[in-house]
């Protein structure tokens, strides 16, 4: 009986990218959090991801004093961001020779099984660490992450097609606070007093940030500070309930996730990680994880090489993660 590899391969795949989807949000604090709001939504088409940019009013209103109109000019002019699409990629491989030494049919299914399951953690891990990178990684192709939209110098480079340095864009800086600029020194008895700078600083109405993701250093401080409190988890967030350390700071959710922090994947690929010392104060309305329709962990086609003897399927992605409101997003770090 003569089996047909890349078959077996691609219907246990097609059975499986659903739910490795739903695995990489859940793999990350940030995306679970953005599914969990309803900004993860898939875009078709198109060379660049456009996203309509949020800020100020978008209408003109008229107000009626006695028998006087006053014409209210409007202070926001509805644009769009530009997001390049990134992709990702991993390959499921399997040589003729493994097919000769498991020639069965439940033998071969095993190995795929065991392929698979370390395919999907890379793609997870990718995501994952690639929502936190400057998009700069994998020489440019990364996805454009927290590092660039949430900048610790919000005055400098190009995110979303528009250049942070010039005037005209001041509305497109996210807000920044150092302990340098506040003549602190980073450590369990300041961070509450910086931590207050910056959430000050975005407060917006009933805009506020709604969760804040911190590297080990800033998430120990944080956690030093509170020691004395007798309840300082929230279990019951959707961050918390997916095993994610979890504190609470007004109405926000503080999160140590495993992705802001350096190291390697399962091939021994090493990646960077987000800079020590670092803490994100992000408002998760304004930002959006697009992943393309037709890319979103899809099974591609069989693979062949003309100098090897293997059948390779990749598991597909395309799309970045892009935001509305820069100005409403903030960090914290140390100078």
Not at 34 to 59: C, H, M, R, V, W
Not at 258 to 286: D, E
Request: charged share 15%; glycine share 8%; proline share 2%.
């Amino acid at each position: 009986m003569t089996i047909n590899v890349g078959e077996i391969i691609a219907t246990t795949l097609r059975s499986r990218t659903g739910q490795l989807a739903d695995n990489v949000s859940n793999n990350c604090a940030l995306l679970k959090r953005l599914d969990t709001k309803g900004k993860i939504k898939p875009f078709t088409g198109g060379s660049q991801i456009l996203q309509e940019i949020s800020y100020a009013n978008n209408a003109t209103a008229m107000m009626y004093s006695g028998y006087q109109a006053l014409d209210i000019t409007p202070t926001k002019v509805i644009d769009a961001a530009t997001f390049d699409i990134k992709q990702a990629a991993v390959g499921i491989t399997i040589s003729g020779l493994e097919m000769l030494k498991n020639s069965g049919k439940e033998q071969i299914i095993d190995l795929l099984d065991a392929r698979i399951e370390v395919a999907e953690e890379t793609m997870k891990n990718m995501i994952s660490t690639g929502v936190y990178s400057d998009g700069t990684n994998y020489g440019g192709l990364d996805i454009t992450g927290l590092q660039a939209a949430v900048s610790s110098t919000p005055t400098t480079g190009t995110y979303g097609g528009f250049n942070r340095a010039t005037a005209s864009n001041a509305f497109w800086r996210n807000q920044s606070t150092t302990f340098s600029g506040l003549s602190l020194t980073a450590g369990s008895d300041t961070i509450q007093a910086a931590m207050n700078n910056l959430y000050l600083k975005m407060i917006r109405g009933t805009d506020m940030p709604d969760l804040i993701l911190a590297d080990n250093t800033y998430f120990r401080y944080y956690l030093e500070s509170l020691q004395s409190l007798v309840r300082i988890t929230d279990s019951n967030s959707d961050v918390g309930k997916l095993g994610f350390q979890s504190l609470k700071y007004m109405n926000s959710d503080v999160v140590l996730d495993g992705g802001l922090i350096a190291g390697s994947n399962n091939s021994g690929v090493s990646f960077s990680g987000v800079p020590t010392s670092q803490m994100y104060f992000l408002n998760t309305k304004y930002l959006h994880y697009r992943p393309h329709a037709e890319r979103n962990m899809i099974v591609s086609d069989e693979r062949y090489s003309v100098n090897q003897d293997a059948v390779c399927k990749l598991i597909l992605w395309a799309g970045n993660l892009t935001s509305s409101n820069a100005s409403l997003q903030g960090v914290l770090s140390a100078t």
